[in-house]
């Protein structure tokens, strides 16, 4: 139970929902799958399988999950069959559809394709940190990250969520910090890194598994290039890819630390447990770091 990926919010002071509150509102939204005629479904499922609470929640930690089933039934699908479809009405009337005809025989079509089409599932895990006040979203697109935040609101009745601002932006500290070679604190700069000028077609420059440190990046920044993607390890433990639009990616935390966890545990509940315990010390000390080293949160 290890996150990959990190969209970052902040719990407002009015966010007052105990393990018990926040499991009676999810049941409002609770996952029931797709019908016949739909195309998605979303809704809360319990984050260890399928029997179980709706919020996992460890020493005032919560995890829970949006389950999300889609049909996938592309257009070109329906079109092909609507053609087909089209061409006899044509030949049965004696002249061609109009628009609206032609629109109620593709949506004729499409509802008759929905039942049979392909069904695939997802999972998104979200973390609440009540404690420092976080409530991150294990997605690597703000769209994915969006659908969660819908969710909550339509299960809650109210979203007290902030987005999280800090004193520089990442994409002027992620600059600063190639330019002199290195990274505050207790991080350190890896191998990845993209670079994106202001100017309207916004070149970029994209280096991978390439030493950072050198006269070729620091000059694509003296060019008038920012930092828009950057590849970090905080102390040694977790390497991460920082976006300008404060994102984490690409989370990869050390193999000792899942072994840690292995060695807690005797069965599948508890290494679940062990797992998100020691996932949330880490990234609570890292987001910790990582806002500090952003010069704070701002306004």
Known sequence: MWFRNLQIFRLTPDWAYSTDALTAALQRGIFQGCGASDRLALGWVPPRGED??????????????????????????????????LDQVAAAQGYKPGRKQTREVVDQVEAELLPRAFVKRGLTYVWIDPVNRWLLVDASSSARADEVMEQLKLSLGELPLTLVKTQLAPATAMTQWLAAGEAPGSFSIDRDC????????????????????????RNHIAGGKTATRLALTWNDRVSFVLTEQLQVKKLAFLDLLKEDAERQSDNADDLFAANFTLMCGELSQLLAHLVEVLGGEGE
Not at 209 to 214: A, E, G, P
């Open 52 to 85: 179980g609470e709706l919020v996992f929640a460890v020493e005032r930690q919560q995890l829970i999950a949006l389950g999300i089933e889609q049909k996938l039934l592309p257009m070109s699908v329906v079109r092909q069959y609507a053609a087909a479809k």
């Open 194 to 217: 993209e670079l994106q000028a202001a100017a309207d077609e916004r070149p970029a420059v994209r280096y991978v598994r390439h030493n950072l440190d050198s006269d070729e990046v």
